[in-house]
């Protein structure tokens, strides 16, 4: 079994720990960086591996003949791990109708992808457990966001104090996790993030708002706010009663191990069987 995985292999990438998940199945994998080449390279490419299955991770970049072409010689998958206002467009849609299967981290992608294909499944992104892991550090931060500062979330954020890391990657973003009493999360047009299942792997406690499709409980694996008022009285609340915040955290954590990218690997290679 041979992947060709059309992606970006950067140390901040998710692919490189997805592309580490499916070797550890067995597979052959070659990584590519699709960014910077035209698609004739990348045809050309797949001509020379003859892979079995060539997947696309979302590769906005590239034009719909690639997947085309690369039909000709193996089944294509298309990996879309971003909320749905993330280049979602026509371009897009007519890759994923083109390609044998699509895999969509949010809930809300598969509904509209089903619309171009009725080859379409959720995988959940999870988090990567050679990085994502609880580090034994002092928690001397109150409460944190890690991610960037755009729509509302500097009106919810800066008026509580929060500290906000805009370059945690990684390691470091761990570290954070490590160090925050409590974690935010806001997620994007109802769609979560991965650091979602980052924090709660990293032993954090979650203080999230609510997203479409969600498979943690509320109160007890994390915790869920509707308001910027609720927010505030959540956080209030937690950081004065740190042995419920306790619990609800090592619940979160046991919780999201089911998500590793060794089981997003698993679960893509399974629906790959299914539609052989």
Known sequence: MKILFFGVFKDTSTNVSQSAGLRKLGIEVIDYNYRGQNDDFLINKCKEERPDLVIFSKCNEIGSQVVDECNKISKTCMWY???????????LREKIGKCSFTCCAKEKAVELGKKNTDKIIRIIEGFD????????????????????????????LK?????????????????????????????????????????????GFLLTDQWDGIIFKDRIDLVIFNTKEELKEKIDYY?????????????????????????????????????K
């Not at 791990?81 to 371009?91: E, K, S």
């Not at 990085?131 to 919810?156: A, C, E, H, K």
């Not at 500290?163 to 935010?184: G, L, P």
């Open 81 to 91: 791990m971003d909320p749905i206002n993330y280049n979602w467009n026509d371009r």
């Open 129 to 156: 457990p050679k990085i994502d892991y609880p580090r034994n550090l002092t928690q001397d931060i109150d409460v944190s966001f890690i991610g960037n500062m755009y729509n509302n979330r500097n009106s919810i």
């Open 159 to 203: 008026p509580l104090g929060i500290q906000i890391f805009n370059d945690a990657y990684t390691n470091k973003h761990a570290e954070v996790v490590s160090r925050s009493k409590i974690n935010i999360n806001l997620c994007t047009n109802r769609c979560e993030s991965d650091r979602v299942y980052k924090i709660l792997a990293a032993g």
């Open 239 to 275: 950081l004065n009663n740190s042995e419920e915040r306790e619990k609800i955290r090592i619940a979160g954590r046991t919780a999201v191990q089911k998500y590793s990218r060794d089981n997003w690997a698993k679960q893509l290679m399974d629906y790959y069987e299914h539609i």
